[in-house]
């Protein structure tokens, strides 16, 4: 392994309610960064992080387990913390040495309790959020009800960077509204296409793109500047706006992934290595 310097190590905790798919998501992490060559399934008792006896008979994380992987000539370190509510220790000991958290919220469910506790400890220590959607791909997905209820639990600093374009059976495509492309990912990690937005989905990015940019703008008092004097920002300088928002908790950015098929996964570890 390289040696990395300061600028291009990120230190994060991943955190959510049991069953959102915390520990299949660091797998995924792991994969996408070449650290393993076939990825586990916390069913199977196979995953790197879940590795413990009692956490094989539970099938949950009782643990949090440090673990790194590399991606774009940067380093991730992350830790897979605990979703049950009686291993509460494990995930506030993990906030407080990290710099910034993933939290998972379950596609079929929105905010759980689990989430919602973690968001509270994430809000008294002061952690910059990313908010991770997940498991699109279930029949019950509701992308809609996840945001309804993150802004009902979060306010309107919940900020939509991704949204799904088929969720449900078959998810496999993204409308990016910080790059304004569609993406299209094969499941298990293949070849991802990158494509214009089309027509039938522009109106909603365009909105959501310009929701974005304003969110973004308002963390910085030169962005501001900028933004009211061309009525936009480029993706650089909303990029600069978005890691001050983080960084001071004024936006919590919306990712969708399916960590099980590694789809949007990929593009979640370029968004942390070149924002977070």
Do not use: W
């Not at 393993?36 to 949950?60: A, F, L, M, Q």
């Not at 990912?185 to 959501?208: H, M, V, W, Y």
């Amino acid at each position: 392994m390289k040696t990395y310097s300061t600028s291009e190590i990120r230190n994060l905790v991943i955190v959510g309610n049991a069953g959102s798919g915390k520990t299949t998501l660091c797998e995924t992490m792991l994969y996408e960064g070449g650290i393993i060559e076939r990825r586990g399934e916390v069913e199977s008792k196979n995953t790197v992080s879940d590795y413990k006896e009692i956490e094989h008979y539970n099938k949950n994380s009782v643990f949090s387990t440090l673990l790194y992987t590399e991606y774009n000539n940067h380093k991730i370190n992350f830790i897979d913390a605990p979703g049950l509510d009686d291993f509460i220790g494990g995930v506030i000991s993990s906030i407080r040495v990290s710099d910034t958290a993933l939290l998972l919220i379950n596609a079929q469910n929105g905010m759980e309790v689990g989430a919602e506790i973690h968001g509270r400890y994430l809000k008294k220590y002061n952690t910059p959020m990313v908010l991770v959607v997940n498991q699109l791909d279930h029949e019950k997905a509701n992308f809609e009800k996840c945001i309804e209820t993150a802004k009902e639990f979060f306010g309107h600093n919940v900020t939509i960077v991704q949204y799904p374009v088929n969720s449900g059976p078959g998810f496999n495509t993204i409308i990016d509204v910080l790059t304004m492309k569609m993406y299209k990912f094969s499941a298990g990690g293949g070849k991802t296409e990158i494509l214009d937005i089309p027509a039938d989905q522009l109106d909603r990015a365009n909105e959501l793109h310009h929701e974005l940019i304003e969110q973004a703008a308002e963390n910085d008092e030169a962005l501001m500047e900028l933004y009211f004097e061309k009525d936009t920002l480029t993706e650089e300088e909303a990029r600069k706006g978005i890691t001050i928002g983080l960084i001071e908790r004024g936006i919590f950015p919306v990712f969708c992934i399916s960590a099980k098929n590694n789809i949007g996964v990929g593009r979640l570890m370029e968004f942390i290595v070149n924002t977070v």
